[in-house]
């Protein structure tokens, strides 16, 4: 395979820096590098989101639910009104005795004047049911002048994802520019399709031409899914990349040193008498692992995987006793400010009795008090630190560091991961590292998220947790809820309201714009709610708020002060709050299970018997209503991702948020989880035959992204 590298340069002409590209300059370039484009090569990654069919017209009355069209016709009617925020709604009619309704949230007043009665335009968008008829939300359109008639495409439009500053005609020359620059296949290709696994599947060079310029009768639908194959050439080189990587870390971690935490364990003999309970089967398990890992010299690269409410938290107390025990620092690093502090709460309430001084360390903390606490940690008078990513910060030095431990890590990313391992100890030592997750992922995935990572599972629940009840209700049947809310809080009992985007059309429009949609959305149902209950008190938070505002609301939820909890997903690892009983999540159809199973985790930590609602907007789609289902039949998390998985079809591609896996390019681990056997295997074939072609590879999808090859 070695035969079809030549000398080419590293990237065969990808490495062109996009200031050489005509139009761009200085401060194009520098929106641009914003985003993370910075050569040519990133302009052929940066593939369309989705293809707009501009080949055709069609007539309004032909139009389909759901299926993009392009429209031509006449504005008929224009309203513009104020229903929570501004809204245009504008009729058009094309003469095939149906009417279409376009609407928008987000406009400007001169460009709401140019929709006149009388006004001809050609649109294009998705249909969808409206109040009268189909409606399209934020349709692209052009006015036609009198008796203009442009000629049709004569291929699809791709659509690409946004860079802020540079309009999208721009972006469309530049990539179109970039690919131009594009070398011949030979030398642009690194996996020759002779390797296992690329059988049937087009080369590099085809698959990228075909995404960005694809002819009028691709199909479309393929493209849509994800499941074109030259959507799983790329996937499949994007995946083979992380994984390598992932694995070339481990191998290099492997060579690394770390203290052996390998004391007699007194510490956490101590801890362990002091507990109000016994550790369950699968903790101790566990914990024997990780105490296996901390006594060798070689850094632990351990993820704990523990379901919701399994009890990780106790376990990384243990863990970090060991190093205590060794005169050692151990540190933990939450997410979230409002996780941070709960277990900065448990850790002193369990650590504190065995003299060990937790420090706290928050971008809340400031002034005096962060210099204390930073002078605590840089002296090693305190022992363990609870912090956020605050923790991760220059600036913030440990005296002697040797377990660092990271709480739900898909909301930090691998480079923060390495970031806090980098404050350990000076003459070649590195911290053990342990990784808590309440995601579970199913096996497969975790064999590429987390190559560089040994896997547990906490795969039991303590005694004595009942099972949270749950339905799923449409939404029509609000009323009865606000009265089971009403009763609920009658009897002392708690609640969580969570709210999520309605309008995905709007998140589409105006990218970026979802948390503050969302904290709109919560702040609505905040004020119908505090208004159909009068006797209840009721509080909100969303992303929006300052963190004051959020501590003092959620802190006023868990000292029963409030009520009815009105929330955006926001509060959804974590937050521990036993006596609410009663979770009701809208849309609830829009979100990933996992991240249901994470909501639904709020409830059921106390011992009154608790209850989930999952409202959704009818009606459901057989799909959708078979994953609400997976949901109302098991509160098993590793069940529930392995269905996920499964289930998650076209067009309810859910990203890799959801997931809480890496972000990648094009490929989507759910999605593409049918090609990671074929990962592997390339993987293993090229690590064994050709590590100089795996480095390519490597170079070219995470390139100086990656501190890999420094690790
Ligand atoms: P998670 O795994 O979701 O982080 P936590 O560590 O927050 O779970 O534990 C949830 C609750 O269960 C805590 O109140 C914790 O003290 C308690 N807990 C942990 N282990 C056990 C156990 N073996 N028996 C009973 N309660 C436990
Ligand atoms: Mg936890």
Redesign the pocket.
């Known amino acids: 395979m070695k035969a079809t590298r030549q000398a080419a340069p590293e990237l065969a002409g990808g490495d062109t820096p996009l200031s050489s590209l005509r139009g761009v300059g200085a401060a194009m370039a520098e929106k641009l590098a914003a985003r993370g484009l910075s050569t040519a090569q990133d302009l052929w990654l940066h593939l369309p989101l989705r293809y707009e069919d501009r080949t055709r017209l069609t007539a309004i009355a032909d139009l389909r639910l759901g299926e993009p069209a392009q429209v031509e016709g006449v504005v008929e009617a224009v309203e513009r009104g104020f229903r929570y925020r501004p809204v245009l709604r504008v009729a058009v009619g094309d003469g095939s005795r149906a009417t279409l309704v376009l609407r928008f949230f987000h406009f400007r007043g001169a460009q709401a004047a140019q929709f006149r009665p009388g006004a001809r335009l050609r649109c294009f968008g998705v249909p969808r049911p409206g109040q009268h008829g189909l409606e399209i939300v934020h349709p692209s359109y052009q006015f036609l002048g009198e008796g203009e008639t442009p000629v049709l495409g004569d291929s699809l439009d791709p659509v690409y994802p946004a860079v802020e500053g540079v309009g999208a005609a721009t972006l469309r020359r530049l990539i179109g520019q970039a690919l131009d620059l594009l070398p011949d296949a030979a030398a642009l290709e690194l996996l020759p399709p002779s390797l296992p696994g690329l059988a049937g599947l087009p080369g590099l060079r085809d698959a990228l031409l075909v995404l960005h310029r694809p002819a009028p009768g691709e199909d479309l639908a393929a493209l849509a899914a994800g499941a074109h194959p030259a959507q799983r050439r790329l996937a499949l080189e994007e995946l083979l990349a992380h994984h390598l990587s992932l694995r070339r870390q481990r191998l290099a971690q492997q060579r690394l040193r770390a203290r052996a935490l390998d004391g007699p364990g007194t510490l956490a003999r101590r801890l362990l008498d002091s507990l109000p309970?016994?550790?369950?089967g699968a903790?101790a398990r566990v914990f024997g692992q990780v105490r296996a890992d901390l006594a060798r010299p070689s850094p632990m690269q351990r993820l704990v995987q523990?379901d919701?409410?399994?009890?990780?938290?106790?376990v990384a107390a243990l863990a970090m006793t060991l190093a205590v025990e060794r005169g050692c620092q151990a540190a933990l690093a939450a997410p979230t400010e409002l996780l941070a502090e709960q277990h900065l709460a448990s850790l002193r309430a369990w650590l504190e009795p065995l003299d060990i001084r937790v420090a706290w360390l928050a971008g809340k903390v400031t002034g005096k008090a962060r210099a204390a606490a930073l002078a605590e940690v840089a002296s090693g008078a305190a022992q363990v630190v609870v912090g956020t990513h605050a923790l991760m910060q220059e600036g913030v030095a440990f005296h002697d560091l040797a377990l660092v431990i990271v709480d739900e890590q898909h909301r930090f990313g691998v480079q923060q991961r390495l970031a806090l391992r980098d404050k350990g100890p000076a003459h070649g030592l590195v911290p053990h590292q342990l990784v808590m997750t309440?995601t579970p992922i199913p096996r497969t995935l975790a064999m590429t998220a987390y190559a560089d990572l040994d896997v547990s599972a906490i795969d039991e629940l303590?005694p004595g947790r009942t099972p949270v009840r749950t339905v799923a209700l449409g939404a029509e049947r609000r009323p009865e809820l606000v009265e089971r809310i009403r009763a609920a809080c009658a009897q002392g009992r708690q609640a969580y309201w969570v709210c999520t985007l309605i309008e995905e059309a709007e998140e589409d429009a105006k990218p970026g714009q979802g948390a503050k949609l969302q904290a709109q959305a919560a702040e609505r149902t905040f004020e119908q709610l505090s208004q159909q209950l009068p006797g209840v008190r009721v509080g909100l938070v969303h992303g929006r708020m300052k963190a004051a505002q959020k501590q003092a609301a959620m802190r006023a939820f868990k000292d029963g002060a409030i009520d009815l909890l009105v929330a955006t997903t926001v509060i959804e690892v974590?937050v521990?709050v036993p006596n609410a009983s009663l979770m009701i999540v809208e849309n609830a159809e829009r979100l990933g299970l996992a991240q249901l199973h994470q909501l639904r985790g709020r409830v059921g930590r106390g011992a009154a018997a608790s209850s989930c609602v999952l409202l959704y907007q009818p009606p459901l789609s057989a799909l959708a209503r078979q994953r609400l289902d997976v949901l109302r039949r098991t509160g098993d998390g590793f069940v529930i991702a392995e269905k996920d998985l499964q289930l998650r079809g076209p067009g309810e591609l859910l990203g890799t948020r959801q997931t809480g896996l890496a972000a990648f390019r094009i490929a989507d681990l759910a999605r593409d989880a049918g090609l990671l056997p074929q990962v592997h295997a390339l993987a293993d074939r090229l690590l064994a035959q050709a590590p100089d072609v795996a480095e390519r590879v490597v170079a070219r999808w995470i390139g100086g992204a990656a501190r890999y090859a420094a690790a």
């Open positions: 309970f016994a550790l369950t903790q523990g919701v409410g399994a009890g990780k938290t106790v309440a303590p974590g521990d």
